[in-house]
């Protein structure tokens, strides 16, 4: 009879460190762009090395999201036991804020990010996540979500999930000392909302932001690159995959852009105009600044669920080549300082209520670039019903005050 030894603590201390780097080169590289190379180069390895203990790279990259779900449950857990569920929420931000403080100190690894965990498509991370999503959402349970229905409370897990999975590309502008103080903010952001007690909720509608135009038009090899890319994140998008989703030859492909970079940045630019397109147009006809919010909200929301012409996520920025970070980044900071700039029109206005512009805008662009994904949690959600089902509890609150 053969003996199985457990494994040694030298074995699990090797083994922890090794998903600890690869955490760190999934988060900057992606499922796709991860390779073993990288990870064991971090940790003075061979790759032979890392292979040691995980076969692959699809078994290591399920490491990292596995250890990284465990650690949000143990943050979910922490607030379980508050009385009720403001007070939940607000245990889980302090959690949640105080891990993030710990990382950025180095006391604590870092924690996986999730851009593209779809893409890995490996069914136990898949579970766990939803397992995950269920125990965030089960916070949210209380006297002023007893009369929601199942996908309404999942709409707002959803929220509350985008806001911390984004809170990491924000973050950095704050020191570790004030962490606390942005947690507070973000609780009174999550449970009330934007807007002034008594608002009217009156988001109009705008035309459409994107004409159809013919199939092999250089506007449909965007749509079909920023489909893949939300889908398989920038590596798993090949030039043969877009060809083929749009029925045309590599040479087609060749024919509008010299470099798949050059289309990346194509996308990133497509994104960026859509959203500055439905700004301007809901300037041109709102009357308060709230109503510019929650029309661009709206339009954005719907359109991205529409997903014949979505907008590219900005998850999609860690699997893009680090050479073209930067200027992705400050692209979507210069549309977080739009956001902001409606948001203290809103509060001059009084049609929102005074809180921090600058996060307020982050959690704005955090629930739009979500809205992708709000399908898998709330079943039955369509384009048309999403505003009042996800966009109008962030306006307003995931948990407000009960009179």
Not at 67 to 80: E, G, K, L
Not at 249 to 258: L, R
Request: aromatic share 8%.
């Amino acid at each position: 009879m053969t003996t199985v030894r457990a494994p040694t603590r030298r074995f699990e201390q090797r083994k922890s460190a090794i998903i600890v780097s690869a955490v760190d080169v999934l988060n900057r590289k992606g499922v796709r762009g991860m390779t073993l190379a990288d990870v064991a180069t971090q940790l003075g390895l061979v790759p032979t090395g890392v292979i040691y203990y995980f076969r692959n790279k699809e078994e290591l990259a399920a490491a990292c999201f596995l250890d990284s779900v465990d650690r949000y449950n143990a943050v979910a857990a922490q607030a379980a036991h508050g009385a009720d569920a403001r007070e939940r929420l607000r245990l889980f931000l302090d959690a949640y804020f105080e891990a993030r403080r710990r990382i950025r100190l180095g006391e604590a690894p870092p924690l996986a990010a999730f851009n593209d965990v779809r893409a890995l498509n490996c069914a136990p991370v898949n579970a766990a996540y939803v397992d995950m999503f269920r125990r965030v959402r089960t916070l949210l349970e209380g006297r002023e979500t007893r009369r929601l229905s199942k996908s309404a409370l999942s709409a707002r897990a959803q929220i509350l999930i985008a806001e911390v999975l984004w809170a990491p590309v924000w973050l950095p502008r704050h020191d570790p000392e004030d962490f606390g103080r942005v947690s507070q903010r973000v609780f009174s952001i999550s449970a009330d909302g934007l807007a002034a007690p008594g608002a009217a909720w009156d988001p109009l509608a705008l035309p459409a932001l994107v004409q159809p135009t013919g199939a092999a038009s250089h506007e449909n090899f965007l749509r079909a690159a920023t489909q893949l890319i939300n889908e398989e994140g920038y590596r798993g998008a090949s030039v043969e995959k877009i060809s083929a989703r749009l029925n045309v030859t590599k040479g087609a492909f060749y024919h509008h852009h010299e470099t798949k970079d050059e289309l990346v940045l194509a996308c990133f630019e497509r994104t960026f105009e859509v959203m500055r397109r439905a700004i301007r147009q809901a300037e041109e006809v709102a009357t308060s600044g709230l109503q510019v919010l929650t029309t661009v909200a709206s339009a954005l929301v719907e359109y991205q669920m529409a997903g014949d012409a979505p907008l590219l996520r900005a998850s999609a920025l860690t699997s893009v080549p680090e050479a073209i970070q930067p200027q992705l980044v400050a692209q979507f900071d210069r549309l977080s300082d739009r956001f902001a700039s409606l948001i203290s029109d809103g509060i001059a206005d009084g049609s929102v209520r005074p809180l921090d512009v600058n996060i307020g805008a982050q959690m704005l662009t955090a629930m739009i670039n979500a809205a992708a994904e709000l399908h898998h949690w709330a079943p039955g959600v369509t384009p048309q019903t999403a505003a009042a089902l996800y966009v109008r509890p962030f306006f307003e609150g995931l948990l407000p005050k009960q009179p």
